[in-house]
T-cell receptor, first 115, second 113 residues
C-alpha cells in the first residue's frame, strides 16, 4: 500500500518552456506532499511542502514563482517548473506521509533535462 | 536545509567486507530512518530506529542510534555488489505525523566484486 505514482519519469525540454510533474497517491489520501530536488552526486533538498487545498510552503531560497505547486485534491499534487533553464536540470522527487510503518512514501522521481 | 553530516562521503570496499556509514543530526528526533538510492532512481526505505532504541537489526543491516551524541550508524555486513548505491539518513523536523523529512548528505558505497 501507500504508492505514490510520479510522472513523467524523465523529460527533456527546451530552455524557456514549462514542465509539469505529477504525483498521485494511488491507495491513500495524501494530505501533505513534499517536493525534493536532487542534483547529481548530492543529497535530496526539500523544496516545498504542499497541503491539499492551501498554498504551498517553500523552503528558504526556493523561488515560488518558478516552482509552482498545486495540491488541489487529496490524490494529486503537481510541480510546474516555469521558464525552465539548464540550471533547473535535476532529479525531482515527491513524497507523502502516510500512517503506515515507515511514515513516508516516495515517488520514483523525474529526471528533468533542460537544453 | 540539510539535517546533518554523513561520513564517509564515499566508501569503496570488496565484496564480503562490512561497510559502516555514520550520520549526525542537529535537532531532537522521534526517529531516524535510513534509505538507499540506486543511481538515478527513487528511494528505498531500509530501516527506522526510534529515539528510545539504541540498536536495530534487519537482515544484513544493523543500525545504532546515540541520541546523546546525535549520531547514528548503518552497518552492512557481508556486502554484495548489489549493495552499491547511495545511502542517506533522514530525520523529521516538526510533527512526527506531518513533519518534513530532512536528509543527510549521504554516503556513496561501491562494492567491488
Amino acid at each position: 500500500g501507500a504508492v505514490v505514482s510520479q510522472h513523467p519519469s524523465w523529460v527533456i525540454c527546451k530552455s524557456g518552456t514549462s514542465v509539469k510533474i505529477e504525483c498521485r497517491s494511488l491507495d491513500f489520501q495524501a494530505t501533505t506532499m513534499f517536493w525534493y530536488r536532487q542534483f547529481p552526486k548530492q543529497s535530496l533538498m526539500l523544496m516545498a511542502t504542499s497541503n491539499e487545498g492551501s498554498k504551498a510552503t517553500y523552503e528558504q531560497g526556493v523561488e515560488k514563482d518558478k516552482f509552482l505547486i498545486n495540491h488541489a485534491s487529496l490524490t494529486l499534487s503537481t510541480l510546474t517548473v516555469t521558464s525552465a533553464h539548464p540550471e533547473d536540470s535535476s532529479f525531482y522527487i515527491c513524497s507523502s506521509f502516510w500512517t503506515g510503518l515507515y511514515g513516508y512514501t516516495f515517488g520514483s522521481g523525474t529526471r528533468l533535462t533542460v537544453v | 536545509s540539510q539535517q546533518g553530516e554523513e561520513d564517509p562521503q564515499a566508501l569503496s570496499i570488496q565484496e564480503g567486507e562490512n561497510a559502516t556509514m555514520n550520520c549526525s543530526y542537529k535537532t531532537s528526533i522521534n526517529n531516524l530512518q535510513w534509505y538507499r538510492q540506486n543511481s538515478g532512481r527513487g528511494l528505498v526505505h531500509l530501516i527506522l530506529i526510534r529515539s528510545n532504541e539504541r540498536e536495530k537489526h534487519s537482515g544484513r543491516l544493523r543500525v545504532t542510534l546515540d541520541t546523546s551524541k546525535k549520531s547514528s550508524s548503518l552497518l552492512i555486513t557481508a556486502s554484495r555488489a548489489a549493495d552499491t548505491a547511495s545511502y542517506f539518513c533522514a530525520t523529521v523536523q516538526g510533527s512526527s505525523n506531518t513533519g518534513k523529512l530532512i536528509f543527510g548528505q549521504g554516503t556513496t558505497l561501491q562494492v567491488k566484486p
